[in-house]
């Protein structure tokens, strides 16, 4: 009788633990990747990436960190609430002519938390 209550437990305890998920915020993003196409040397470009908040938590971004010097980064501070948008504001320095790629890692408490926008185009 005891083996049997405690088998019992077991998969009540297990069937418990199954069902209850974990809130957590997730990223929808409008895109993740922006082609600037020609741009003039020696202005700086910029471009928003907005996102929503797909998940059950709030978004809290901890860093975006350019692949190089050449941009900067500045985004949402606050924590964005489910169902609230926020932005990712990507600028590149366009000093040297030719094509670029550039990456910015979003480092976040969401499903995925390291996640990579990019911004692309050439510089004339």
């Given at each position: 009788?005891?083996?049997?209550?405690?088998?019992?437990?077991?998969?009540?305890?297990?069937?418990?633990?199954?069902?209850?998920?974990?809130?957590?915020?997730?990223?929808?993003?409008?895109?993740e990747t922006?082609?600037?196409?020609?741009?003039?040397?020696?202005?700086?470009?910029?471009?928003?990436?907005?996102?929503?908040?797909?998940?059950?938590?709030?978004?809290?971004?901890?860093?975006?960190?350019?692949?190089?010097?050449?941009?900067?980064?500045?985004?949402?501070?606050?924590p964005i609430?489910?169902?609230?948008?926020?932005?990712?504001?990507a600028t590149?320095?366009?000093?040297?002519?030719?094509?670029?790629?550039?990456?910015?890692?979003?480092?976040?408490?969401?499903?995925?938390?390291?996640?990579?926008?990019?911004?692309?185009?050439?510089?004339?």
């Amino acid at each position: 009788m005891n083996k049997v209550l405690n088998v019992v437990a077991v998969v009540v305890a297990f069937i418990s633990l199954t069902a209850m998920s974990v809130a957590i915020g997730e990223f929808k993003f409008e895109k993740e990747t922006h082609d600037f196409g020609g741009i003039p040397q020696g202005t700086p470009v910029s471009h928003e990436f907005k996102f929503t908040n797909a998940g059950d938590a709030p978004i809290i971004i901890s860093e975006v960190a350019p692949s190089c010097g050449c941009s900067v980064a500045d985004f949402s501070k606050t924590p964005i609430k489910p169902g609230e948008t926020g932005t990712i504001k990507a600028t590149f320095n366009a000093a040297a002519k030719g094509p670029f790629t550039k990456s910015f890692t979003v480092k976040s408490n969401t499903k995925t938390p390291v996640k990579t926008l990019t911004v692309k185009g050439t510089v004339q």
